[in-house]
């Protein structure tokens, strides 16, 4: 863990450098961020910026987005098959994650260029863009600050709150919050339901183009696809950020870096199904800094994990992902610490699931 250690200075006679050392542990002692010192910090500071735009980078992903979603439907349309229609949803996912850089001003260098972006690949992403923009921003201002309600989040009450809520929310709460129906439920939602009037054209000027070019089964094949991407998508930010130990603080001890390195996720997703998710598996680094675009993630990343950054974020492979998926609730009625993320005297928010899974082991207990 990152720890930031006392300065224990050999007696000098030199007062004013012994003066401005101890104005140096006075300022590291009522610093937020607690993961790493304020050396460290520095380095990761720099390292972010380093790893910014790049605008021959941003149009080669993008000119490999555009062939893979155009040959993806090509494919579609021509086999009307099930293989068919999952890359259709694979490409959307991709789309999606280049709409998520352009509405942080992160894909390209220029603010114009990322907002022109972001109007035209929402139709092949199926989000309005600037909603996602608004909502999304409010994510990360507030990630792990308990005072705020974040709509973002997949996992919301306490085993507490959940068995006290009365039977008229229990019942549909424990239906639609069930783990095997949750985020088939909530891509519908999202991604079909939800603000109809705003999201229209995102989500159907394509597949009617797609009607009205191929016919009702490219069309209905196209919005399968676009459900799925949904499901695939909400599941990455489930396991971004509701795998154990959450970070959850009062809001005096937030802190971007803290709710970056400890409050998101390292997912260890390898080749070809990075060629989907576009460096977001690099989710401590993106909360740590918005700049560093997705296609610059996996490099920062490896740059700061040499430079030994990264030691304690929260890895997360195979099993826990697969039994991560199952988390519904918090345990007990702990929902945040009043101490710094690592104090171990302090009792820690953790995830849990319901009742038959939990009988079953399948909730993280790393």
């Given at each position: 863990?990152?720890?930031?250690?006392?300065?224990?200075?050999?007696?000098?006679?030199?007062?004013?450098?012994?003066?401005?050392?101890?104005?140096?542990?006075?300022?590291?002692?009522?610093?937020?961020?607690?993961?790493?010192?304020?050396?460290?910090?520095?380095?990761?500071?720099?390292?972010?910026?380093?790893?910014g735009p790049n605008d021959g980078k941003a149009w080669r992903t993008l000119l490999v987005s555009a062939i893979f979603w155009?040959?993806?439907?090509?494919?579609?349309?021509?086999?009307?098959?099930?293989?068919?229609?999952?890359?259709?949803?694979?490409?959307?996912?991709?789309?999606?994650?280049?709409?998520?850089?352009?509405?942080?001003?992160?894909?390209?260098?220029?603010?114009?260029?990322?907002?022109?972006?972001?109007?035209?690949?929402?139709?092949?992403?199926?989000?309005?863009?600037?909603?996602?923009?608004?909502?999304?921003?409010?994510?990360?201002?507030?990630?792990?600050?308990?005072?705020?309600?974040?709509?973002?989040?997949?996992?919301?009450?306490?085993?507490?709150?959940?068995?006290?809520?009365?039977?008229?929310?229990?019942?549909?709460?424990?239906?639609?919050?069930?783990?095997?129906?949750?985020?088939?439920?909530?891509?519908?939602?999202?991604?079909?339901?939800?603000?109809?009037?705003?999201?229209?054209?995102?989500?159907?000027?394509?597949p009617a183009l797609i009607y009205s070019l191929f016919g009702l089964k490219p069309f209905f094949l196209y919005n399968l696809?676009?459900?799925?991407?949904?499901?695939?998508?909400?599941?990455?930010?489930?396991?971004?950020?509701?795998?154990?130990?959450?970070?959850?603080?009062?809001?005096?001890?937030?802190?971007?870096?803290?709710?970056?390195?400890?409050?998101?996720?390292?997912?260890?997703?390898?080749?070809?199904?990075?060629?989907?998710?576009?460096?977001?598996?690099?989710?401590?680094?993106?909360?740590?800094?918005?700049?560093?675009?997705?296609?610059?993630?996996?490099?920062?990343?490896?740059?700061?994990?040499?430079?030994?950054?990264?030691?304690?974020?929260?890895?997360?492979?195979?099993?826990?992902?697969?039994?991560?998926?199952?988390?519904?609730?918090?345990?007990?009625?702990?929902?945040?610490?009043?101490?710094?993320?690592?104090?171990?005297?302090?009792?820690?928010?953790?995830?849990?699931?319901?009742?038959?899974?939990?009988?079953?082991?399948?909730?993280?207990?790393?």
């Amino acid at each position: 863990m990152f720890t930031i250690s006392p300065k224990h200075a050999e007696a000098s006679t030199d007062s004013s450098s012994s003066d401005d050392e101890d104005n140096e542990n006075n300022k590291e002692n009522k610093r937020v961020t607690k993961s790493v010192t304020v050396g460290q910090e520095k380095v990761l500071v720099a390292l972010l910026k380093r790893n910014g735009p790049n605008d021959g980078k941003a149009w080669r992903t993008l000119l490999v987005s555009a062939i893979f979603w155009g040959s993806s439907v090509a494919y579609m349309v021509h086999s009307q098959s099930v293989l068919s229609t999952l890359l259709v949803s694979i490409s959307i996912v991709r789309n999606f994650m280049i709409l998520h850089d352009a509405c942080h001003l992160s894909f390209f260098r220029s603010h114009r260029h990322n907002i022109t972006l972001a109007k035209a690949i929402q139709f092949f992403s199926q989000f309005e863009w600037s909603t996602w923009q608004k909502t999304h921003n409010h994510h990360h201002h507030h990630l792990g600050d308990n005072s705020v309600f974040d709509t973002s989040l997949t996992v919301w009450f306490s085993e507490e709150e959940y068995a006290k809520m009365p039977l008229k929310f229990w019942i549909p709460f424990r239906l639609i919050r069930d783990p095997m129906l949750f985020f088939p439920i909530a891509s519908a939602w999202v991604f079909f339901v939800s603000r109809p009037v705003v999201q229209f054209l995102p989500r159907y000027t394509i597949p009617a183009l797609i009607y009205s070019l191929f016919g009702l089964k490219p069309f209905f094949l196209y919005n399968l696809s676009g459900w799925v991407a949904g499901i695939i998508g909400l599941s990455l930010f489930h396991l971004q950020h509701q795998v154990n130990t959450p970070y959850r603080v009062t809001k005096n001890r937030k802190s971007t870096i803290d709710a970056g390195l400890y409050g998101s996720t390292l997912l260890k997703i390898r080749w070809p199904f990075t060629i989907i998710t576009l460096g977001i598996e690099f989710h401590h680094i993106h909360h740590a800094s918005t700049r560093v675009p997705g296609y610059n993630l996996a490099d920062c990343h490896a740059e700061g994990e040499a430079l030994g950054l990264f030691k304690d974020v929260n890895r997360v492979g195979g099993y826990r992902a697969f039994v991560s998926m199952f988390h519904a609730l918090f345990k007990g009625r702990t929902k945040f610490s009043h101490a710094d993320h690592h104090d171990p005297e302090h009792e820690l928010p953790s995830f849990v699931t319901f009742w038959p899974y939990s009988a079953l082991s399948l909730y993280d207990q790393s």
